[in-house]
């Protein structure tokens, strides 16, 4: 199960944390990612993150601004966001795949948190 935390309410240029973890199993040896959701739009691929940590991926729009992070110790992936800009308003959604390859589409993740709403103001 993961559980995602860490989403709120933040004025343009702000920041905020996400957290994922992972119980019930241990997700050390799988790719984990973050997606996010708009109303009206779909599932959108926003970061992920390989088994070990040493490599991560991330979408254009969040190049630079995002950093995505995890402790296999804690179980736990971190999105750390910075200047947040109103079009990232969204459910975020943490998510691991069934084995250490890493996907921008949701279909290549077997396992889904329930998401955290993030909304940043202008």
């Known amino acids: 199960q993961l559980q995602a935390s860490g989403g709120g309410l933040v004025q343009a240029g702000g920041s905020l944390r996400l957290s994922c973890e992972a119980s019930?199993?241990?997700?050390?040896?799988?790719?984990m990612g973050w997606f996010r959701q708009a109303p009206g739009k779909e599932r959108e691929f926003v970061s992920a993150v390989s088994w070990s940590g040493g490599s991560t991926y991330y979408a254009d729009s969040v190049k630079g601004r995002f950093t995505i992070s995890r402790d296999n110790a804690k179980n736990t992936v971190y999105l750390q966001m910075n200047s947040l800009k109103p079009e990232d308003t969204a459910v975020y959604y943490c998510?691991?795949?069934?084995?250490?390859?890493?996907?921008?589409?949701?279909?290549?993740?077997?396992?889904w948190g329930q998401g955290t709403q993030v909304t940043v103001s202008s």
């Open positions: 998510a691991a795949t069934r084995g250490p390859r890493y996907g921008v589409e949701p279909a290549n993740y077997d396992y």
């Open positions: 019930g199993r241990t997700f050390s040896s799988n790719a």
